[in-house]
Nanobody
Protein backbone atom coordinates (compact mmCIF):
# COMPACT_ATOMS: atom_id res chain seq x y z
CA UNK A 1 0.00 0.00 0.00
CA UNK A 2 1.05 3.59 -0.23
CA UNK A 3 1.17 6.43 -2.76
CA UNK A 4 -2.15 7.78 -1.49
CA UNK A 5 -2.70 9.47 1.85
CA UNK A 6 -6.09 9.78 3.52
CA UNK A 7 -7.06 12.21 6.25
CA UNK A 8 -10.17 13.53 7.92
CA UNK A 9 -11.38 10.56 9.88
CA UNK A 10 -12.49 10.84 13.47
CA UNK A 11 -15.33 10.31 15.89
CA UNK A 12 -18.75 11.82 15.36
CA UNK A 13 -22.24 11.33 16.67
CA UNK A 14 -24.99 9.86 14.55
CA UNK A 15 -26.49 12.31 12.04
CA UNK A 16 -23.21 14.23 12.01
CA UNK A 17 -20.87 14.86 9.08
CA UNK A 18 -17.24 14.28 8.18
CA UNK A 19 -15.19 14.98 5.08
CA UNK A 20 -12.42 12.61 4.13
CA UNK A 21 -9.54 13.73 1.93
CA UNK A 22 -7.10 11.74 -0.16
CA UNK A 23 -3.93 13.19 -1.66
CA UNK A 24 -3.74 11.58 -5.09
CA UNK A 25 -1.55 13.76 -7.28
CA UNK A 26 -0.46 11.03 -9.66
CA UNK A 27 -4.03 10.32 -10.71
CA UNK A 28 -5.99 13.54 -10.70
CA UNK A 29 -5.03 14.80 -14.16
CA UNK A 30 -4.94 11.56 -16.11
CA UNK A 31 -7.72 9.24 -17.22
CA UNK A 32 -8.05 7.50 -13.90
CA UNK A 33 -10.53 5.93 -11.56
CA UNK A 34 -10.52 7.04 -7.94
CA UNK A 35 -12.53 5.22 -5.32
CA UNK A 36 -13.37 5.05 -1.65
CA UNK A 37 -13.66 1.72 0.16
CA UNK A 38 -14.44 0.88 3.75
CA UNK A 39 -14.04 -2.11 5.98
CA UNK A 40 -15.71 -2.56 9.33
CA UNK A 41 -14.43 -5.07 11.89
CA UNK A 42 -15.51 -8.57 10.97
CA UNK A 43 -17.00 -7.49 7.65
CA UNK A 44 -15.90 -7.63 4.05
CA UNK A 45 -14.42 -4.60 2.33
CA UNK A 46 -17.08 -2.53 0.55
CA UNK A 47 -16.68 -0.22 -2.42
CA UNK A 48 -18.43 2.93 -1.26
CA UNK A 49 -18.01 5.37 -4.15
CA UNK A 50 -16.02 5.82 -7.32
CA UNK A 51 -15.38 8.62 -9.79
CA UNK A 52 -13.74 8.71 -13.19
CA UNK A 53 -11.59 11.72 -14.08
CA UNK A 54 -12.77 11.61 -17.68
CA UNK A 55 -16.40 12.27 -16.79
CA UNK A 56 -19.32 9.90 -16.31
CA UNK A 57 -21.53 9.83 -13.27
CA UNK A 58 -20.06 8.77 -9.95
CA UNK A 59 -21.06 5.45 -8.47
CA UNK A 60 -22.37 5.03 -4.92
CA UNK A 61 -23.16 1.91 -2.97
CA UNK A 62 -26.82 1.69 -1.99
CA UNK A 63 -25.80 1.90 1.65
CA UNK A 64 -24.49 5.46 1.22
CA UNK A 65 -26.49 6.81 -1.72
CA UNK A 66 -28.00 10.19 -0.93
CA UNK A 67 -25.72 10.71 2.10
CA UNK A 68 -22.17 10.57 0.72
CA UNK A 69 -20.66 12.60 -2.11
CA UNK A 70 -17.40 11.83 -3.89
CA UNK A 71 -15.58 14.69 -5.58
CA UNK A 72 -12.25 15.55 -7.10
CA UNK A 73 -10.48 18.92 -7.01
CA UNK A 74 -7.74 18.80 -9.61
CA UNK A 75 -6.17 22.05 -8.49
CA UNK A 76 -5.53 20.50 -5.09
CA UNK A 77 -4.76 16.99 -6.39
CA UNK A 78 -7.25 15.78 -3.83
CA UNK A 79 -10.12 13.34 -3.74
CA UNK A 80 -12.88 13.95 -1.19
CA UNK A 81 -15.68 11.99 0.39
CA UNK A 82 -18.28 14.18 2.05
CA UNK A 83 -20.26 12.07 4.49
CA UNK A 84 -23.52 13.43 5.86
CA UNK A 85 -26.24 11.93 8.05
CA UNK A 86 -23.75 9.43 9.40
CA UNK A 87 -25.01 6.27 11.05
CA UNK A 88 -23.32 3.91 13.52
CA UNK A 89 -23.16 1.32 10.73
CA UNK A 90 -20.86 3.69 8.80
CA UNK A 91 -18.17 3.01 11.39
CA UNK A 92 -15.19 1.55 9.52
CA UNK A 93 -11.70 2.12 8.25
CA UNK A 94 -11.97 4.12 5.05
CA UNK A 95 -9.47 3.78 2.23
CA UNK A 96 -8.96 5.64 -1.00
CA UNK A 97 -7.68 3.82 -4.04
CA UNK A 98 -6.84 4.76 -7.61
CA UNK A 99 -5.91 3.27 -10.93
CA UNK A 100 -5.49 4.19 -14.57
CA UNK A 101 -8.35 3.58 -16.92
CA UNK A 102 -12.09 3.31 -16.58
CA UNK A 103 -14.00 2.48 -13.42
CA UNK A 104 -15.69 -0.73 -12.45
CA UNK A 105 -19.02 -0.19 -10.80
CA UNK A 106 -19.02 -1.25 -8.01
CA UNK A 107 -15.29 -0.67 -7.65
CA UNK A 108 -12.95 -3.63 -7.19
CA UNK A 109 -10.00 -3.30 -4.82
CA UNK A 110 -7.61 -5.47 -6.81
CA UNK A 111 -8.46 -3.72 -10.09
CA UNK A 112 -6.75 -0.55 -8.86
CA UNK A 113 -3.07 0.31 -8.66
CA UNK A 114 -2.57 2.31 -5.49
CA UNK A 115 -4.13 2.34 -2.05
CA UNK A 116 -3.89 4.44 1.05
CA UNK A 117 -3.29 3.30 4.60
CA UNK A 118 -6.78 4.18 5.72
CA UNK A 119 -8.45 6.61 8.09
CA UNK A 120 -10.80 5.53 10.87
CA UNK A 121 -14.36 6.80 11.10
CA UNK A 122 -16.32 6.08 14.26
CA UNK A 123 -19.99 7.01 14.54
CA UNK A 124 -21.66 6.78 17.93
CA UNK A 125 -25.37 6.54 18.55
Amino acid sequence: QGQLVESGGGSVQARGSLRLSCAASRYTYSSSCLSWFRQAPGKEREGVATIYTGGDSPYYADSVKGRFTISLVNAKNTLYLQMNSLKPEDTAMYYCAAGGGSCLKPPEWNYLDAWGQGTLVTVSS
